[in-house]
């Protein structure tokens, strides 16, 4: 973009529900973030400038889960805001791990939890954001890659598609010459039906994949749990498995509640 | 076609085999333990090689055992093949750079490398490199990326003296004695005469490198406990009935069996990374923020993503089931049509590394004899 009479399109960071860790992933791009700063105007960014414009917004990047009725209402203003919409993190995706109260009874935490209940507002379930407005763009993770979000922004600007893949934790795995976990060592893995994204960071240090980065686009959770049984976990455990920061999506809240049922 | 001259070096002279290699030029890649497997690496020195280390295999798993013995190469494939060194799983093709309102082409040219010994190459690897050759060499457009580590590259083969149990090359006729495509072919022999090797030569190369070595002439005991070891090896558990199967994967595009298959498919897509003959790609085109670089990459893709068959619209093989019996079809019985041979060298990995143990020999008997349910 050399262009110098030509205005930046200006970038807004928009927090919903969540720990802040995937809009710190743009500032944690270090080497980039001057390049991103040079292209684009961070206009709106709470999180790294109190100077604030106004929108509309070229690119809205939103993260976190809606979780109370004020969010609700805040994302719609969000989205009339942004020409073009991405969500950010497994929050904004699917829910995040806050969604694993959609399993329980929140007025019942409200009660043991806080003094003074009546102060607390929140809806009964954390619904990830495409499910209350359209998004153009997911990108997942927990937190999210920052090189992938970089990509995603660089190719936004560029119009063309982004590359991210939506296949397996398993083709990063394996082109990096990893040795397979689960069949090496009987690691119980779900890298097989969660998108790939991570560069394959757990299964690169003997740990089984935690499904970070949400279901592949293909997920066959049912033989995965078969596998997870076969390898001895029992079926809390596979439960609790599919149960971590991707638990709302629906191909992993199946896979759970499939396992709870039997 | 064994070398008539063969020869004997002792186990010491395998240390020895390496240095020369390596001062002539040569990286050398051959096996080594790392993260419980038996992988292929670097090798600095004859103490880098598994020495009593075997594997054991079945679908989905994979241990290592300790030998009685000290045997260097008594296992049989591990989770890599050599197609990391010859086809990598990525590499730049090229980059460019917007310079003035134009778009410049920078680095086209293959970047020279320092060239592979390949220490180890059992036959069904062989056989496999040479199913690679024949789809990245000889069409009309040749690979110079493959073309410039393959010709540089010098081969020790070994032959197998054991069998894992996910092995099936004897049924596939690439193996499990190695008939060429080596500049050096070893035999494993332990025994009351000591820890050795039977050699021989199957290049000018080969010849080259064996005259620097301590070398003594093969007897006729050497040769006979060679081919009992070989013979031991032929000895699989598992086997692909190839008679008619183009016809047969051909005439079955439509079986109960795909379903059954699809139902325990992951399409996590391991069983192609594995494999050493499967050579899909895919490229992408990247750029940096300021749109004044770009680069295209090459990766190692797979059959079993919806982007590879991704046109405009969408995917063509949505279905576990479509993209299971793509590469199945593809690998045993189409590829005879495209290139005049199986795609499939029976080394088993598919199996063993599928993690969740579809095993193709009980896929394509089910496809032969199985019923309508398409049960095994």
Known sequence: MSSKSKPKPKIGVFKFASCDGCQLSLLDAEDELLGVAGAVEIAYFPEATRAMSKGPYDIGLVEGSITTYQDAQRIQEVRRQCKTLITIGACATAGGIQALRNWKDVDEFIRVVYATPQFISTLKLSTPIAEHVPVDFELRGCPINKYQLIELITATLAGRKPNVPSYSVCIECKRKSNVCITVAKGVPCLGPVTQAGCGALCPSYDRGCYGCYGPMETPNTASMTSQFRILGQADSQVARAFRGFNAWAWQFRKASEECERT | ?376
């Not at chain 2, 692909?240 to 139902?263: C, M």
Request: net charge negative.
């Open chain 2, 1 to 376: 076609m064994a070398h008539r001259s063969e020869h004997v070096l002792g186990v010491d002279q395998l240390g020895k085999l390496i240095g020369v290699l390596a001062r002539k030029g040569y990286e050398v890649i051959g096996p080594t333990v790392r993260d419980g497997a038996i992988v292929y690496d670097h090798v600095e020195s004859a103490e880098d090689l598994p020495a009593g280390w075997t594997d054991e295999q079945e679908p989905g798993r994979y241990r290592l055992k300790r030998r009685e013995d000290m045997a260097l190469f008594g296992y049989a494939v591990g989770p890599q093949s050599w197609k990391k060194y010859m086809h990598p799983a990525e590499v730049r093709l090229w980059s460019a750079e917007r310079q003035g309102g134009t778009f410049r082409i920078l680095n086209n040219e293959v970047k020279p490398q320092r060239p592979h010994a390949l220490l180890g190459a059992r036959a069904c690897e062989l056989a496999a490199i040479a199913v690679q050759d024949r789809v990245l060499l000889e069409d009309k457009y040749r690979d110079p990326i493959y073309d410039q580590r393959r010709e540089g590259a010098f081969i020790i083969a070994v032959q197998c003296t054991q069998a894992a149990a996910t092995c099936f090359c004897a049924s596939m006729g690439t193996g499990p004695q190695v008939s060429g495509g080596f500049d050096l072919v070893l035999t494993e022999l332990i025994g009351p005469e000591g820890h050795r090797f039977l050699v021989a030569t199957g290049s000018d190369r080969g010849v080259e490198v064996l005259t620097e070595l301590e070398a003594v002439p093969a007897t006729e005991e050497d040769r006979q406990q060679a081919e009992a070891g070989v013979e031991a090896a032929r000895q699989q558990v598992r086997s692909i009935d190839t008679t008619g199967i183009k016809e047969l994967l051909y005439k079955n595009f439509e079986h109960p069996r795909w379903d059954n298959v699809a139902s325990r498919c992951l399409t996590c897509a391991n069983c192609t990374m594995v494999c050493p003959t499967c050579f899909c790609t895919s490229v992408e085109d990247v750029t940096d923020i300021t749109g004044d670089h770009a680069e295209r990459w090459r990766r190692w893709d797979s059959c079993f993503t919806q982007s590879f068959s991704y046109i405009h619209g969408g995917s063509v093989r949505t279905s576990a089931k479509a993209r299971y019996r793509q590469w199945m079809t593809h690998k045993l019985a189409s590829w005879i049509d495209q290139f005049g041979s199986s795609g499939c060298v029976g080394c088993g990995r598919c199996i063993t590394w599928c993690p969740v143990g579809i095993d193709i020999t009980e896929e394509v008997g089910a496809i032969r004899d199985g019923g309508k349910d398409g049960n095994p």
